[in-house]
T-cell receptor
Framework: NAGVMQNPRHLVRRRGQEARLRCSPM?????VYWYRQLPEEGLKFMVY????????ESGMPKERFSAEFPKEGPSILRIQQVVRGDSAAYFC????????????FGPGTRLTVT | GENVEQHPSTLSVQEGDSAVIKCTYS??????FPWYKQELGKRPQLIID?????GEKKDQRIAVTLNKTAKHFSLHITETQPEDSAVYFC????????????FGQGTILTVHP
């Protein structure tokens, strides 16, 4: 029973490039959350998605960041024109259909912007 | 929005001692309080959680207590072992149909053999 999968695990981008982070939820899970963890800080909520719907994006920066969770395939967090301040660990978490409290985290993608 | 404060930021204990980490939250509507353990470079792992209709929950050496009136909750680890060394995060959410988590800043726990 595979857990939450994320890839790539490590991603290096130069300033101005695009970063695409992928998250495959646990089998049977249809809800995905994205969180960002800056060095030596706690995790900060970014966005919550269900299949084909963005439900809550209150934690997303207004520009350059977008997320999707298509009907088929993984959830994607996209960062355009990356800057050094985007360097962080990005975690996704999945949960079963509505009514379940627990969130299970993936291994994270560590983005480094040079 | 919700704000979660966590203390202490670092905690050092001897093997076999108990460890206590405390968190306070600001939003009285929060109703779900999980604790996560994160080892260096690894994913956060859910170790225990509590809902607002319960005052205490225990799982082997780990327990969590919740005081809704004071808006604080605590993690208790008894008989600590070196493998308990990690960063521990508390979190809070107002779960309705979903529950985005607001995390504390983390506590680095070191258990010395």
């Amino acid at each position: 029973n595979a857990g939450v999968m994320q890839n790539p695990r490590h991603l290096v981008r130069r300033r101005g490039q695009e970063a695409r982070l992928r998250c495959s939820p646990m089998k049977g899970h249809s809800h995905v959350y994205w969180y960002r963890q800056l060095p030596e800080e706690g995790l900060k909520f970014m966005v919550y998605l269900q299949k084909e719907n963005i439900i809550d994006e209150s934690g997303m920066p207004k520009e350059r960041f977008s997320a999707e969770f298509p009907k088929e395939g993984p959830s994607i967090l996209r960062i355009q024109q990356v800057v050094r301040g985007d360097s962080a660990a990005y975690f996704c978490a999945s949960s079963p259909p509505a009514g379940t409290y627990e969130q299970y985290f993936g291994p994270g993608t560590r983005l480094t912007v040079t | 929005g919700e704000n979660v404060e966590q203390h202490p930021s670092t905690l050092s204990v001897q093997e076999g001692d108990s460890a206590v980490i405390k968190c306070t939250y600001s939003d009285s509507a929060s109703n779900y309080f999980p604790w996560y353990k994160q080892e260096l470079g690894k994913r956060p792992q859910l170790i225990i959680d509590i809902r607002s209709n319960v005052g205490e929950k225990k799982d082997q050496r780990i327990a969590v207590t919740l005081n809704k009136t004071a808006k604080h909750f605590s993690l208790h680890i008894t008989e600590t072992q070196p493998e308990d060394s990690a960063v521990y995060f508390c979190a809070a959410s107002q779960f309705t149909s979903y529950g985005k988590l607001t995390f504390g800043q983390g506590t680095i726990l070191t258990v010395h053999p």
